[in-house]
């Protein structure tokens, strides 16, 4: 089979490097030197233009979200019927027209969204999400047949709205950078363990691209009222935030994360 892969950055890198050892595959960037570079490290072909598909039987999709439908549109217009399109959006609900169009078109079609970056070791120890374009059973079993992670069903409201909270969280750790930046050297001389690693997690969030932070929470419907549910328990009473903290303490080691602090 052979895969076209949209979309040279980080995570169009690493699928590249990862398909190339079983498909042939195929890169395409709008930036031509992204695609060139993508395609020597991964021993993959350069794909110049994206006006003649005939060639590829599946392609995969890793633009930002803002790009990613129409991206979807163009190639199911240029690509067989019966081709195999597979996207990696981090926000769902802007692009899940666009692939149910795809599918009425008589392509195959699976909404995917690795919970992991580029950084991850292997890709076999992580996981993605997929959720239903069409049919989720016959979508499984495609992804499964390709990707080695594990594979976690949910519904297209469960995961933007899932997606919303990660966004608040990059939201905290970037307000937190820029709110202390004029006392850095002070908390970087005077750091708790806590604090470090929150800085840690923090500077981290600082390697995703501003473009992909800014679109989880700009394209994502279910951030608002997530921001609100945050800022409305916002508050010095700790006591009165902690009372109302009953789930996560049976989902969490409360213990165990604090021993791996030290570790």
Known sequence: MDILIV????????????????????????????????????????QRDLADLGGYEAALVCVPISSTSSVIDLLA??????????????????????????????????????????????????????????????????????????????????????????ALAHLLLNTFLSASDRE????????????????????????QSDELTSELIELNPYFPEVLRSFLGDLSPDMRRIRAKIRRWRDLLDLRGSYRSLYR
């Not at 997929?130 to 495609?142: F, G, N, S, T």
């Not at 594979?151 to 990660?166: G, N």
């Not at 001389?189 to 500077?203: H, I, P, V, Y």
């Open 184 to 207: 850095a050297d002070l908390l970087l001389n005077l750091q708790t363990t806590t604090l470090s690693w929150f800085t840690k997690l923090a500077a981290a969030s600082l390697t």
């Open 77 to 166: 217009e240029r690509m067989r019927a019966g081709s195999l399109l597979v996207e990696i959006s981090s926000v769902k609900t802007p692009v899940m027209e666009s692939m149910r169009r795809a599918h009425s078109r008589g392509m195959r079609t699976v909404s995917i969204h690795p919970l992991f970056g580029p950084g991850i070791g292997r890709l076999c120890e992580g996981r993605a999400a997929i959720v239903e374009v069409a049919d989720l059973e016959e979508e499984m079993d495609i992804a499964s047949g390709i990707f080695p992670f594990e594979l976690i069903p949910v519904s297209l409201e469960e995961h933007d709205r899932s997606m919303a909270w990660l």
């Open 7 to 46: 979309g040279a950055g980080a995570m169009g890198e690493l699928f590249s490097r990862y398909l190339a050892r079983r498909y042939g595959v195929g890169v395409y960037d709008v930036d031509p030197s992204k695609s060139e570079r993508v395609a020597e490290l991964s021993g993959s072909r350069v």
